[in-house]
């Protein structure tokens, strides 16, 4: 096991991959930018190191930087959390290369996956539904054709990276043109890859995601479901697990596809395979992250499996020591991403000062977050402070236990979504478990 482990990058993330360190017996290592000298994750961990300037490419992105805090520390490890460098090949590569073990899966694997061209042919050829689209497109005039052969609406999607970014809806031919130049150009920003392809755009469908766990000995094991579908511009603000509406036969099998997926490819440590699930039954790949997600902990709720530690103990060489059929799906889980932004004012950022913080209590009550009372909420990094997770025996406990902590929950100094989820989760949609993916926006 290791003896020290450097976490890359801030926020709650951090600071949940220290608490986990902690309990295993593992020194940590964090580093920080500027405008996080007094961020938690900072001064939580046995060591801190400054890595750079507030803008994330100069400090959280600044892979020199982070190599040489590991080094300089003696570190043996880096955990990446969410976001940043987690899927990055190169950075992965760059750990192996310097003797450092990167808690994640293999850099080929990262490429391959975040290729999302490479990975519909993969999954194609593992035998995974995909969802009816195209290979690469190379300009607007196959756009064209193949938009013709898909049929509207359709999307245009960046082949790199994600967060909803690159991503175009497009209802009809004369939109075309328009949105195939400004998501190149967007993923070119964003990814520094502008490759796009385009997919079928279904409509009514459930975004459902299977976690997965793999070691290095060839165990393969999917810890379940949760339902995605409660998002805003491809961007997730309440998940929960189990999906309610999920038949069991077909949760049977998305779990074995999601085994099988992550066989195809020798997935080692966390992962999560994404599909659409439509109304007719129907579940198709949309993508897979090759790394911890940010609503992992509705999963360890109805699992009792902490994550974090295996993807520890994975990267350090020891095996699962369960297998499927060890794995109980108990009660559900719904978690709540608690974002400084007014959902009223166009979910406009909201930036300052934490004058007043009182966190909700009470059985299966937990709130994930690196803010305190006092702390000033920088303005260059995601607007994400917190996540609020409810456990309870039914759904409808824990939509009842959801909506008393969100009342509960009180951040003074800075604008947050936690009073429009209260008022989401009382809606007949959400109540019956019926919501699809663009149910929010219609909401708005």
Avoid at 319 to 324: N, S
Wanted: aromatic share 8%; proline share 4%.
């Amino acid at each position: 096991m290791f003896t020290k482990i450097l976490i890359a990058n801030r926020g709650e993330i951090a600071v949940r991959v220290i608490r986990a360190c902690r309990e295993m017996g593992i020194a940590t290592v964090a580093v920080f930018s500027e405008a996080d000298r007094e961020a938690m994750h900072a001064s939580l961990a046995d060591e801190s190191y400054c890595i750079g300037g507030p803008r994330s490419q100069d400090s959280y992105l600044n892979m020199g930087a982070i190599i040489s805090a590991a080094l300089a520390s003696h570190a043996e490890a880096i955990h990446p959390g969410y976001g940043f460098l987690s899927e990055n090949q190169e950075f992965a590569a760059l750990c192996q290369e310097q003797g450092l073990v990167f808690i994640g899966p293999a850099p080929e694997t990262i490429a391959l996956m975040g290729d999302k061209d490479s990975a519909r042919r993969t999954m194609i050829a593992a035998g995974v539904p995909v969802i009816p689209g195209t290979d690469i497109v190379a300009d607007v005039g196959t756009a064209r054709l193949e938009a013709a052969r898909i049929g509207f609406p359709l999307l245009i999607k960046a082949r790199s990276g994600g967060g909803g970014r690159g991503i175009r809806r497009v209802d009809s031919m004369d939109e075309l043109e328009g949105a195939f130049n400004a998501a190149t150009v967007e993923a070119n920003a964003s990814f520094g890859d502008g490759a796009l392809y385009i997919e079928a755009y279904l409509k009514p469908v459930k975004h459902i995601e299977m976690q997965l766990l793999a070691d290095n000995f060839g165990n393969v094991v999917c810890l379940g479901e949760r339902d995605c579908s409660t998002q805003r511009k491809n961007q997730k603000l309440i998940e929960e697990s189990p999906a309610a509406i999920l038949p069991a036969e077909t949760r049977e099998r998305m779990i074995a596809t999601t085994i099988q997926a992550g066989r195809a490819v020798g997935y080692r440590g966390a992962g999560t395979i994404e599909y659409l699930y439509d109304r007719s039954g129907n579940f198709y790949f949309m993508e897979m992250n090759t790394r911890l997600q940010v609503e992992h902990p509705i999963t360890e709720m109805v699992t009792w499996i902490d994550l974090v530690k295996w993807q520890i103990r994975i990267a350090a060489g020891l095996p699962l020591d369960f297998a499927q059929g060890d794995i109980e799906f108990k009660g559900h889980a719904i978690e709540c991403r608690i974002n400084a932004e007014d959902p009223y004012q166009g979910f406009r950022p909201s930036c300052g000062r934490i004058e007043m913080l009182h966190i909700p209590g009470g059985p299966w009550v937990r709130f994930d977050t690196a803010i305190y009372q006092g702390y000033t909420i920088p303005p260059f990094y995601d607007s994400m402070i917190g996540k609020l997770i409810v456990y309870a025996k039914t759904r409808d406990e824990a939509i009842r236990k959801m909506k008393a902590a969100l009342c509960e929950l009180i951040i003074e100094g800075v604008t947050h979504t936690a009073a429009f989820q209260a008022e989401i989760m009382q809606a007949p949609e959400f109540v019956d478990s019926s919501y699809t993916t663009d149910y929010l926006e219609a909401y708005l």
